[in-house]
């Protein structure tokens, strides 16, 4: 009965080792190929599989999650022979687990040398100038090639990136001088073109003074035509009216007119600037009859009986009157 007992009890013990080496936990993200006898027969996906022992065993475990892979830093000539350092990265997911295991031996190493290889080809035959300028261009190709090898061995190519792009000392010392020299010229272009809209806008300035000027002087001109206008037209009223006096037998118009043009001729010379002494004729009371006669025509003009005319005065000798100017 012990040798029984020992029996069954060694039976159990090696189901449950059979159960425990039968059961396969796979965790989330990866996947493992099942292998019978060597033979690749199926995947076994995230969670508990049941596979028996000694029958059947895990052949690859195969990361099913978005990768990264660095590019080491490698020597690039260009179209135009130019040196440059070149690093990058690589972005890829495996998507078949089965072909990803059995279809290429070390994957990232196939995947690295592909992605280096591709690098020099694309680059080599560009010139500088576009290797600095279309970064996004070169990563499209790269991305394109390389997907495009690597399809076969279930993997999917998410992004190829270039990180950085070396060129050379003096060719960095060139661009820096040609930078330079660029942003110079623009500055002298703007500078020329600010005088340009500057003279412009003086000049349009300048004209539109010109122009209101001379609309000043059309107005002023018209003003001083209507002026003398309205000054012909006064004249030619007062003349009418001293006529009318005249014809009417009042002898006091024709004194306004002698008076007014004594008057202007005496301010004429007294206002002369070559004049520096003047010696005429005046009759004192002849000059005050004459303002009384302007004071008796105004009287007539606006209605007022005249009062009768003052006898006129003996005449005296004329005294000569002098004035001195500076």
Sequence with gaps: MEIIASVIVGLLVLAVMFLAASLKMVRQGFEYTIEHFGRFTTVARPGLNFYPAFFYRVGRRINMMEQVLDVPQQEIITKDNAMVAVDGVVFFQVLDAAKAA????????????????????????????????????????????VDHATNPWGVKITRVEIKDIRPPVDIVNAMARQMKAEREKRANILEAEGARASEILRAEGQKQARILEAEGRKESAFRDSEARERAAEAEARATQLVSDAIEQGSAQAINYFIAQKYVEAVGKFATSPNAKTILFPVEATNLIGTIGGIGTLAKEAFGEPAAPPRPPAPPRAPRPFERESE
């Design 102 to 145: 059995y279809e290429v031996s070390d994957l990232f190493v196939a995947i690295m040398q592909l992605a280096t290889t591709n690098l020099r080809t694309v680059m080599g035959s560009m010139d500088l100038d576009e290797l600095l300028s279309k970064r996004d261009d070169i990563n499209a190709r790269l991305l394109s090639v």
